[in-house]
T-cell receptor
Framework: DAGVIQSPRHEVTEMGQEVTLRCKPI?????LFWYRQTMMRGLELLIY????????DSGMPEDRFSAKMPNASFSTLKIQPSEPRDSAVYFC????????????FGPGTRLTVL | GENVEQHPSTLSVQEGDSAVIKCTYS??????FPWYKQELGKRPQLIID?????GEKKDQRIAVTLNKTAKHFSLHITETQPEDSAVYFC???????????FGTGTRLQVTL
């Protein structure tokens, strides 16, 4: 199994631009999670999906952030417009999702907003 | 909702010594407690986990203990080695779609 796949691995953009991060979960996993990690705030859960349905988006910092999961094998996290304070590492994780299960993290996308 | 507190935030030990990291949780319904290790520039990776029907679990030099009454769990690393240097995160889950609540992390430094 290839594990959780994220793209791009690095993204550098200018303030005001739209950024789209992509994630492919492990095949057969029913839950998908988006996290943001910074030195100041640690590992923050932004949103999670179960069976492609958003369950809890209370961690999404503001309306500039949106996430979708159109099918079981693909999810996107979009930031529009981006700001320098959005600079962070964004992780996607997936889990079998049946009950209390291990989450498997992707390699992350390092976002830098200039 | 669940709240997980983790201590200490940094820990320095000499190679060969033991390291202990402690976490407390608030939701008595939590029943799954994984520990993740994150090396610099890498993703968090599961190293050991424990479920609420078990009090202790070991895997070579790593062990985790759980006290449900006190709502705390701990990670024990024996005979530490330089490659154990990393940030360690504890987490707790009530089982709702596998959502995890993470602690704030412990940076472990193993010195020669």
């Amino acid at each position: 199994d290839a594990g959780v796949i994220q793209s791009p691995r690095h993204e550098v953009t200018e303030m005001g631009q739209e950024v789209t991060l992509r994630c492919k979960p492990i095949s057969g996993h029913n839950s998908l999670f988006w996290y943001r990690q910074t030195m100041m705030r640690g590992l923050e859960l932004l949103i999670y999906f179960n069976n492609n349905v958003p369950i809890d988006d209370s961690g999404m910092p503001e309306d500039r952030f949106s996430a979708k999961m159109p099918n079981a094998s693909f999810s996107t996290l979009k930031i529009q417009p981006s700001e320098p304070r959005d600079s962070a590492v964004y992780f996607c994780a997936s889990s079998p999702g049946h009950s209390a299960d291990t989450q498997y993290f992707g390699p992350g996308t390092r976002l830098t907003v200039l | 909702g669940e709240n997980v507190e983790q201590h200490p935030s940094t820990l320095s030990v000499q190679e060969g010594d033991s390291a202990v990291i402690k976490c407390t949780y608030s939701d008595s319904a939590s029943n799954y407690f994984p520990w993740y290790k994150q090396e610099l520039g890498k993703r968090p990776q599961l190293i050991i986990d424990i479920r609420s029907n078990v009090g202790e679990k070991k895997d070579q030099r790593i062990a985790v203990t759980l006290n449900k009454t006190a709502k705390h769990f701990s990670l024990h690393i024996t005979e530490t080695q330089p490659e154990d240097s990393a940030v360690y995160f504890c987490a707790a889950s009530t089982g709702t779609a596998s959502k995890l609540t993470f602690g704030t992390g412990t940076r472990l430094q193993v010195t020669l």
